[in-house]
């Protein structure tokens, strides 16, 4: 019988669901999970890389002591924010807290390793002597940038959480910024850090100092003085362990906090530094020479002593002067002075029309986009000092609703609004996800999820990436994102990726990575080469932080192929219990994963386990380490169980261990038939697929004829009638028998289906038994073409 042979490639649609599968072209996908399309092929999804060779270096830590001679050390960690699940460790020596008080989980030999999470207290006796002391807070990363100061391409990383300011230090890791409670921040896991720099201008007490202002925007409302739980604005000009100081001008204080002098209306001279001030602001933004600050919330301060009322200004741009926002009257509005003769020298503000609220704010060249709830505005420059801006409405209908969902581009910005993908062009706004129009309304709306996406762009792959939470069959309502929203902005197309991160930012690394450097992968299972840009020094890649406090390397570099094709550790395994079944129940805190209700691998997630310490647990960590396992069953957001078919039966936790996350590329295709415009059934005998080869990979291509949801893998081991294994191997056949493949970067290797219908439709994933193979479920995978060998047979009616 002859056969026509149809090719699908180049690939350029990518996922689409805005119409009925049969209805798509051939090269797009109805589901493309853990992989994208990249320049006419489909490639398995970004992974990750710690910021050192142990979990240690790439968490957010503080050190709160360095041992004595005698190896002993005691203290009170900053703030007293202890809770379960946190760490600390000496040298490499790992403390986890599992337990209110008393002894910690030790890695070591440790005389003595308390911790009380009341009052903050630890003790330790009979640890590594001279040696500092980190303590691990592992809250969630809320902020990520970069200090704008020293030399190019090598500018300094910072990174917040809920509580503190860390920079990245080469060779170190992590470490926090300021001493005691300067600064100190108190907002939750919704006080994401807005952040930007500034230079130092003549005028300015910092002379020609890059300065870096910091803003949780966390302020209480209504009738009083700032309590020690509202923030200021904090900002740092030289990159030490303790500059940072909160704005104020010439820092007046109230209640032990600065705030920022702006004199209400009408004028009344007081005394300096009495009048009403800003407290805090969504957003800072430097634009012609003054600072800027968006959604601003001010006190009235009408006693004068700090006792008057906070209000919210949603609406408002509160502006500087064309100077230096350090000078003492840098903020004044218009005709107003103090009695110390300080005048006015051109702040003041202007409210928008609008009772929307101010989200998110971004340049495009020289123009100020903000984005309210549901509407984009311009904030114009008029050149008149009196009053230097203007609001110009730009849309009615599409705004934004997180702010840190805004990405940049050189004629366009990008952000996501209620109602879609948006793209603001300066003149136009209009949604940008035509192929996926449902996709916004998976988004979560409760608990605040909406306030969790984040977005950044990836200028190797050409791909923006934003975070997102949305509810899965289970029904489990996520509180932080497990999903990420994929675009390649060169062809259109869009993808998903499973993971959870709460912040994304920028990094200029300053050290080359060597094979030493990469743990935990070996050079046999790394796919970068040498030159890949991710591994060399002073090459900005993307960091990603999560809700315990680690922070990765995004590894999506390289056009060949190369890349990182598994995920870092991101999860620490705070306790563990051990059943005689066979049975582990897991503490992680807010894990953040999910089990499935249908054990279908592709609706499951799969950890793997590393770094359980095999001196104090050898019997454990043997049976456990460097072994991925599926969630078995979610009991709350802190604890997961997972089966090990009855291979551990002895054996206690002795902290250290940590979890990685490993995604499974799932490819689902269009219903596929040339010859329905003929009205007739096709038959598919075989189909050729160009893969990019691998040392071990593989994956299971399954298939449904018609528009039936029934698998025929399922059903042929149902029946026994399977035909072959519907497995795809990506390296290359015996040498024997194919010794060219050895040597060739492609591969295109058959699978038999021999089936018919009136449509027939694919699915790529990795069974459960394919996921829990380390060198299958950790291999890259990239998809060239298919070729299509089919006919007609018979009518579809």
């Known amino acids: 019988m002859p056969f026509d042979r149809f090719l699908i490639a180049p690939y350029k649609t990518g996922l689409e669901t805005d119409e009925k599968s049969w209805l798509l072209t051939e090269d797009a996908f109805v589901e493309l999970q853990n992989a994208y399309v990249f320049r006419g092929r489909v490639r398995k999804r970004f992974g990750t890389k710690m910021m050192g060779t142990t979990q240690l270096a790439t968490r957010l830590r503080v050190q709160v002591d360095t041992s004595d001679g005698g190896g002993s050390s005691s203290g009170t960690v900053p703030g007293a924010v202890g809770a379960l699940g946190q760490m600390f460790s000496i040298g490499n020596e790992i403390f986890t807290v599992w337990q209110a008080s008393g002894a910690m989980l030790d890695t070591g030999s440790a005389s003595t390793a308390t911790f009380n999470i009341s009052t903050g207290v630890f003790v330790f006796t009979g640890v590594a002597d001279l ?182 200004y949603t609406n408002r741009c509160r502006y500087s002067w064309k100077g230096s926002p350090f000078a003492v009257n840098a903020w004044y509005e218009y005709g107003q002075s103090d009695s110390s003769g300080n005048a006015a020298a051109g702040g003041g503000f202007i409210d928008a029309s609008t009772e929307e609220q101010i989200i998110s704010a971004e340049f495009i060249k020289d123009r100020l986009i903000v984005y309210f709830e549901r509407s984009t505005w311009e904030l114009a420059y008029t050149g008149n000092e009196i009053t230097p801006f203007v609001w110009q409405k730009i849309n009615t209908e599409l705004g934004s609703q997180s702010t840190f969902s805004t990405v940049p581009f050189d004629q366009a ?62 029904g489990t309502t996520q509180t932080y994102p497990n999903q990420i929203l994929v675009y390649n902005y060169r062809n259109g197309t869009w993808a998903r990726n499973d993971d959870s991160f709460t912040m994304f930012g920028y990094f200029e690394q300053q050290q080359d990575t060597t094979w030493e450097s990469s743990a935990p992968v070996i050079w046999e299972q790394s796919g970068d080469t040498w030159i890949s840009g991710v591994q060399q020094a002073n090459q900005r890649v993307i960091l990603a932080g999560n809700q315990e406090g680690f922070v990765l390397i995004i590894d999506s570099a390289g056009t060949s192929g190369e890349g990182e094709s598994r995920n870092a550790p991101s999860l620490q395994i705070t306790n563990m219990s051990i059943a005689s079944t066979g049975i582990v129940t897991l503490t992680v805190y807010k894990h953040n994963l999910r089990a499935s209700p249908t054990a279908q691998s592709y609706d499951q997630d799969f950890i793997l386990i590393e770094n359980i310490n095999s001196t104090a647990d050898p019997i454990t960590a043997a049976a456990l380490n460097n072994k991925i396992f599926v969630v078995n069953t979610v009991i709350d957001a802190n604890t997961i169980t997972i089966n090990t078919k009855g291979t551990l039966t002895a054996g206690t936790y002795s902290g250290g261990g940590t979890i990685a996350r490993v995604s499974n590329p799932q490819l689902t295709t269009v219903r596929f038939n040339p010859y329905i415009k003929e009205n007739k059934n096709v038959y598919i005998e075989k189909i050729d697929f160009a893969v990019l080869k691998t040392t071990s990979g593989e994956i299971t291509v399954d298939y449904f004829p018609s528009s039936s949801p029934v698998s025929m893998i399922a059903g042929g081991y149902a029946s026994g009638s399977i035909t072959g294994t519907s497995v795809l191997e990506t390296f290359p056949y015996a040498i024997t028998l194919y010794p060219l493949e050895q040597d060739q970067d492609l591969l295109w290797h058959a699978l038999y289906f021999q089936t018919s219908g009136q449509f027939i439709k694919f699915a790529l994933y990795l069974t459960q038994d394919q996921m829990i193979n380390y060198n299958i479920a950790t291999s890259p995978f990239e998809l060239e073409g298919m070729a299509i060998y089919s006919c007609k047979v018979g009518r579809v009616q």
Request: negative net charge.
């Open 131 to 312: 040696t500092p002391v980190y303590w691990y807070p592992s809250l969630p990363v809320m902020g990520l940038t970069q200090y704008e100061s020293g030399a190019v391409n090598n500018h300094p990383s910072y990174a917040f959480d809920t509580r503190f300011a860390y920079e990245y230090v080469a060779g170190t890791g992590w470490v926090r910024e300021g001493t005691g409670t300067t600064p100190m921040w108190h907002g939750n896991d919704l006080n994401f850090f807005w952040t930007t720099n500034w230079q130092g201008t003549s005028t300015s007490s910092n002379s020609g100092i890059p300065v870096l202002f910091a803003s949780n925007f966390n302020a209480a409302l209504g009738a009083g003085k700032p309590t020690a739980a509202d923030d200021p604005i904090w900002y740092t000009f030289t990159p030490t362990t303790s500059n940072w100081t909160a704005l104020s001008g010439t820092l007046a204080s109230t209640n032990g906090f600065f705030f920022l002098p702006i004199y209400g209306s009408p004028p009344v001279p007081q005394a300096p530094y009495t009048g009403s001030f800003v407290q805090t602001s969504k957003i800072i933004v430097p634009f012609k020479n003054r600072l800027i600050l968006l959604n601003t919330i001010e006190n009235n301060n009408t006693s004068h002593t700090g006792t008057g009322t906070a209000t919210a």
């Open 413 to 474: 910005v990008l952000t996501v609004g209620q109602s879609g993908i948006h793209s603001c062009n300066g003149a136009n706004v209009a949604r940008i996800d035509d192929k996926i129009p449902d996709e916004i309304f998976e988004f979560e709306t409760e608990n605040n999820a909406t306030q969790r996406t984040v977005g950044i762009r990836d200028y190797f792959t050409e791909l923006v990436y934003w975070t997102y939470s949305t509810i899965f069959e289970s």
